[in-house]
Structures are given as C-alpha cells and as structure tokens.
C-alpha cells in the first residue's frame, strides 16, 4: 500500500478525530485561545520523532520542509500559531488531561475493534516499573536530604520488582484488554513507591461498564479494589497471599484467569517498552515530563492500533517498524 502522506500525518490528522472527554469545571482567567487537540498533536509529534525537549520540537517544525509544512498547518489550522511562552505553558500542562483522554480513546477502540466478540468481557492490571534518567537517590543520602549528583531525578523513588530487584524510577500503572488485541484502557504514571491498589481506582473509573473480570496480581487483591468493582458488577480474580501451593478452592480457575493475565498485560508491557525504547532510563526527568512521555506513550499507542485497522494491517505484530517509519 502506498500511502499518499507520510505516516506521521497521518497519525497528526487523527487526533481531530478523537473523541474528548468530558470537560473540566469551568475555570477563572481569561478562555484558552488554542484548543487542547494542537498541543497533543504537538506531544505525538515528539513522540514519534523522539523529541523530549519542547525547544528541541519547535526547532524541528521550523524546518523548511514539505512534511513540516502540512505539520505546521495541521497545528495551526487557523493560521494563528501560538508563542513559546505558550507552548511550554500549555505543554508542560498536559500531563493532567491524558489519563481521561486514554480512556476515552480506549473506550472508542473497544467500539471499533471488538476484541472481546463473544468472549467473556476481561481486563488485566499491572504496573510496570520504569528506570529514571541519571544516577540514583540512595535511602541514606534521602533521608539526610542530601543530593550528591545533579544527574540525579530526586521526584522518582524506589521500589522492588520481582523480576528487576530494587529499581530507581518510575511506574507506568495500566489496564488492558484480555483478548487477541491488546489495547490500552486506562493508563497512569506515578513515582515507583506508590502502592497499586492506591492507584487503581482511578484506572477503574475510565473502564467501561461492559467489563465482567478484573485480573491482577495479589497487590490488587485489596479490599478497594473488591468494593470498587463490586459497584461495577466485576468480578476481580487476584493472586492470593500465603505460601504455595494453594490448595483451596477455585484454586485452578484462578490459575487460569492468572496465565491469561499474564500473557496479555506482562506482553504488553514488553512491547510497550520495546517499542518506545523504555528497557533502559526514560528520556526525561521529573514527573511532568516523565508522565507526558509514559502516558502520551500510551496515547500514540492506540493511535498505531486505530491507523492500522483502518489501512487493514495487523494489530499485535509490525507496531514498532511502523512508527520507525513515520
């Protein structure tokens, strides 16, 4: 197939097509001039070109080229282009908005994909740790208050990953369809100690009411996370405590519901990381911009799932190629 705009365009025109969701309580101060829909254009663009910097952003738009033309022109289709001052305000601002903006992407692909057909409706939770750009802020010197490099991200924080031992950074907490297509549902990042049932509510509230299961491990199987769901009508299926082997009842149903778990969201999250270069450190430091890169991820990610089902290409293998290409 060949296209008749370059990828990034492409992906560019689609986020006028995004539904919004629902608008905040009316503000003091003067309306905003810009609609929100430039500055995440903006954000996609720094996504795929691996852009981290907003100085660095609209050094690249001020390129003299056809593509960074119709880029220019789909950030600005007025013809009113907003000052630097107001690209780093409205920038650094976004963070807020994308966890709800997920969600509804996420509720629209459901609608456009049906992953589920007539499959029981489930969903897996995880979070998954992310390491933070720099050196590291040991306990000792924290507590002394004490910071001995300025490489270090002092607004990340430690935590211990079954798999990685103690890490320094970040969690990227997320929900996403048990299914033959993995779509991000609800998505949000915190600093790496922050516990995951304490998050978990605010991912739940971006789920759709048509989900029947909840799959996680034994940190969501907490009582908040139980009452939650169970206003919901969902039934959450988490590892229980003590040792093993279990022996108890539904032991072997919970086994089940686990490996389905596992082999949705665990890789998931391996492709996430692959595709978006997260293996290592993140490319940026300090939660504001450490959230725009992890969740404006999550965002570009479905955006690559909504593409690609429109130009008929497959939704699990080929993601990571595709964005290379834009």
Not at 45 to 72: D, K, N, Y
Not at 262 to 267: D, G, Q, T, Y
Not at 296 to 303: E, T
Request: aromatic residues 8%; charged residues 20%.
């Amino acid at each position: 197939m060949i296209l008749q705009e370059p990828l990034l365009v492409l992906l560019v025109r689609l986020v006028d097509r995004l539904p919004r969701p629902p608008a905040p309580l009316a503000q003091r101060g003067r309306p905003r001039t810009y609609d929100e829909r430039v500055f995440l254009k903006a954000l996609i663009i720094m996504l795929v070109r691996h852009i981290h910097t907003i100085s660095g952003l609209l050094a690249v738009l001020e390129q003299p080229t056809t593509e960074m033309q119709r880029l220019r022109d789909l950030l600005a289709p007025d013809g009113r282009w907003p000052a630097r001052r107001t690209w780093e305000r409205r920038l650094h601002a976004l963070p807020a908005g994308l966890p709800a903006q997920i969600g509804c992407v996420g509720r629209q692909l459901l609608t456009l994909l049906q992953p589920w057909g007539t499959e029981g409706k489930a969903v897996a939770v995880d979070s998954t740790v992310l390491a933070a750009q720099g050196g590291v802020w040991h306990q000792k010197d924290r507590a002394a208050g004490f910071v001995p490099h300025t490489s270090i991200d002092t607004e990340a924080h430690w935590t211990k990953s079954g798999w990685h031992g103690w890490v320094y950074g970040w969690k990227l907490h997320l929900l996403t369809t048990v299914a033959s297509v993995w779509i991000p549902l609800a998505a949000e990042l915190t600093p790496a100690n922050e516990a995951d049932n304490t998050v978990a509510p605010a991912l739940l509230r971006e789920l759709p009411a048509e989900v029947q299961y909840l799959l996680g491990d034994q940190h969501y199987n907490a009582p908040n996370v139980r009452e939650l769901c169970e206003r919901r009508d969902c039934r959450v299926i988490a590892s229980q405590p003590g040792p093993y082997p279990h022996t108890d009842a539904g032991v072997e149903v919970r086994r089940l519901f686990h490996q389905l778990r596992s082999r949705a969201i665990e890789n998931f999250n391996e492709q996430f990381k692959g595709i978006f270069d997260a293996h290592g450190s993140v490319p940026t430091k300090g939660l504001r911009n450490t959230r725009r890169f992890a969740l404006g991820a999550v965002l570009l990610y479905q955006l690559t799932l909504w593409l690609r089902c429109e130009q008929g290409l497959d939704l699990r293998l080929g993601l990571k190629a595709f964005l290379k290409a834009a």
